[in-house]
């Protein structure tokens, strides 16, 4: 059987090139199941693909931050899914024979596909994918919060492969959009005294950040004071911040790079050589990320409601885009059953 169904897309180069459109999506292959998506949420990653800052293999549709029930299965996957909730990893296919995939950093995969920039993704109602990809989430677990898992994968892949964290840490987490949250729980959750610092335009994502009982800091009003800090995690994909990033480390410490920039920065990169600072960052996610992510949800270490800031159906989502640009929100998330086939 195929389904016809509408997505967000990226139809061509060019920032105005993302609009809806009809596409087709058939039954699951062997290996593969159909996912009915309950939520994507939009990441900045979304908007570098708009802006054409981040590689996508036009016409696609965007969007893969996914949870989802599975509806249909292809040959060779248990049948026991059918119904069940799950998040997805990002990626549709690898070589599985290169030395990266083979170590379990399909993430570096040459020939990697991920689905929302090179195959079609969760911006729309319906989503075929390798049953490998899925993990089961926890019926505490909200339901439209579960596409929160995916960027959770990559903090845990930025924190925890190697660690980072060290029990009694001072870590501080620039940047309280999603993925600062998220670094700052994680963090917490492995035994850091976290500090979440935004600018006075962020303060409804600092009271996000407070409601989860984070400490946070306002650098309007207060100074963050150099080499006041083990562990710097730079989560804006801002060059001002990753200075600041540089500065506030000690000597000895770690700076982890977890936003994405979209364009070249300079940095005093000559920092790092006379503080012998360990800089680190995680591109996307990988196998045992994920594992480390969910059992951070299982836990209850980290909590994704909070961070949810609207639901919209899909014929929103460009006021949506346009609120996650503008950093008026933390996270808007496209529900496509809402409306729509």
């Known amino acids: 059987m195929t389904i016809t169904t509408t997505g967000v897309s990226k139809l061509g180069t060019g920032p105005d090139s993302v609009g809806l459109r009809e596409f087709t999506v058939g039954d699951p292959e062997a290996g593969q199941v159909l996912l009915e998506v309950i939520s994507a949420g939009i990441c900045g990653t ?3 693909i708009a802006d054409d ?14 949870t989802g029930e599975v509806r249909s299965v292809g040959d060779g996957v248990d049948p026991g899914l059918i119904g069940g909730r799950f998040a997805a990893e990002t ?11 083979r170590d379990g950093s399909p993430n570096l995969c040459a020939q990697r596909r991920s689905f929302g920039s090179h195959v079609d993704g969760g911006f729309a109602r319906w989503l075929t994918l390798p049953a490998r990809n899925l993990h089961r989430l926890a019926d505490h677990v909200p339901r439209h919060a579960g596409s929160l898992a995916e960027p959770l994968a990559c903090v845990a892949n930025c924190l925890f492969d190697p660690p980072v964290v ?28 976290v500090t ?14 407070r409601g989860l009982g984070l400490d946070t800091l306002n650098v309007g009003d207060d100074a963050i004071g150099e080499e006041s800090f ?3 995690c730079e989560c804006s994909g801002s060059e001002p911040a990753a200075a600041t990033a540089l500065s506030a480390v ?18 005093d990169l000559d920092s790092i050589l006379y503080k012998e600072i360990t800089y680190t960052s995680g591109f996307a996610s990988t196998p045992q990320s994920w594992t480390r992510a969910i059992s951070l949800l299982d836990s209850g270490a980290v909590e994704l409601d909070q961070l949810i800031s609207e639901v919209v159906p899909i014929s929103q989502w460009r006021r ?9 929100g933390m996270k808007f998330v496209i529900d496509p059953r809402s409306e729509g086939k």
């Open 320 to 328: 949506a885009f346009d609120a996650t640009r503008a950093g008026s």
């Open 196 to 209: 979440l610092v935004g600018l006075a335009t962020d303060a409804l994502r600092l009271d996000v950040g």
């Open 230 to 232: 083990d562990v710097v």
């Open 250 to 267: 000690r000597k000895g410490g770690r700076s982890v790079q977890v936003g994405i920039f979209g364009r070249a920065v300079t940095l």
């Open 91 to 101: 990626y549709f296919d690898y070589c599985e024979v290169c030395s990266f995939c």
């Open 166 to 193: 060290n029990a009694g840490d001072r870590v501080l987490v620039l940047g309280p959009g999603t993925m600062g949250v998220l670094t700052a729980q994680a963090a917490r959750a492995a035994g850091g005294v």
């Open 46 to 48: 979304d908007l570098h």
């Open 53 to 66: 800052e981040f590689p996508s293999n036009p016409p696609v549709t965007m969007g893969h931050e996914v």
